[in-house]
């Protein structure tokens, strides 16, 4: 079985840099993972080798069942893998009690989902600390400061969800994800639900978080005008990473999907 690997790890290409190796965020050696035993066996992940760069925008791309929703809970330690090893930053994940687990998605991990999972009772500012505050940590306040006038919320602090839109709903989410400031942000289409000017803006402000705050983010998406935002693209396809670009545009992306519905995978 040919097995693929996608391991470069270079200079964000939209901010230049020194020109040397980028560190890595996050990596994935010969991951497997697999529901099932005998003939009712899936492999939704099949030997998968992966690092992600730090400080740079990764989206991951596939067909329906490619195993990318799988990958990035894997990576995140939302899910277990078969076989194979994952690390974030230093620390690999299966050697963790679910304690230590629990706690290093807490401090070193941020989520966006498609669903904005804000509490209707707190206002934006509470929703956006609230991580901290179950952990009993108090924000940086410069560094949520800024974060808040990247996404821009600054006008819309003490509101709660009800009195704001959709896009503005995910800002806050966004906003949540980045205040702890992890090491690494996992997003799962998390701009599905928000019709296509308020997707727009939150990927524009995940871009800056990225270009602006040095933040690292990993976003699963269908959507050819979502990945264009990144600085590459891993397409999946039965489990395995098949390609990937670099510098994406929406019309190369696009192309590339046609391929998977032409042929069934990249060729």
């Not at 893998?81 to 974030?88: E, F, K, L, M």
Request: glycine share 10%; charged share 25%.
């Amino acid at each position: 079985m040919r097995r693929h690997t996608v391991t470069t790890a270079v200079a964000n290409p939209r901010t230049g840099g020194s020109g040397g190796s980028t560190a890595v965020a996050a990596r994935a050696r010969q991951v497997v993972k697999a529901y099932g035993a005998g003939e009712t066996r899936v492999v939704a992940l099949d030997h998968v080798d992966v690092d992600i760069a730090r400080g740079a925008f990764t989206a991951i791309m596939g067909p329906s069942g490619s195993g990318k929703s799988t990958l990035m809970h894997c990576m995140a330690g939302l899910d277990s893998v078969t076989s194979g090893q994952v690390w974030i930053g230093g620390t690999e994940l299966s050697s963790l009690k679910e304690k230590k687990l629990t706690q290093l998605r807490r401090d070193k991990i941020g989520f966006i989902f498609q669903a904005f999972n804000l509490l209707p009772t707190l206002n934006a500012l509470e929703n956006i600390t609230l991580p901290m505050d179950i952990a009993g940590r108090k924000p940086d306040r410069e560094w949520l400061d800024r974060v808040v006038e990247t996404v821009g919320l600054s006008g819309r602090l003490k509101h709660r969800p009800n009195q704001l839109s959709g896009g503005q709903q995910q800002r806050v989410a966004v906003a949540r994800a980045l205040a702890a400031r992890p090491e690494i942000i996992f997003g799962d289409e998390p701009t599905g639900n928000l019709d296509s000017r308020a997707g727009a803006e939150v990927l524009g402000f995940l871009r800056n978080s990225v270009d602006e705050l040095g933040q690292t983010i990993v976003m699963v998406t269908h959507d050819p005008v979502a990945a264009s935002y990144a600085d590459r693209v891993l397409y999946l396809a039965d489990g395995r990473i098949v390609d990937e670009m670099q510098r994406p545009t929406a019309e190369a992306v696009l192309d590339r999907m046609k391929a998977f519905d032409t042929f069934g995978r990249v060729s």
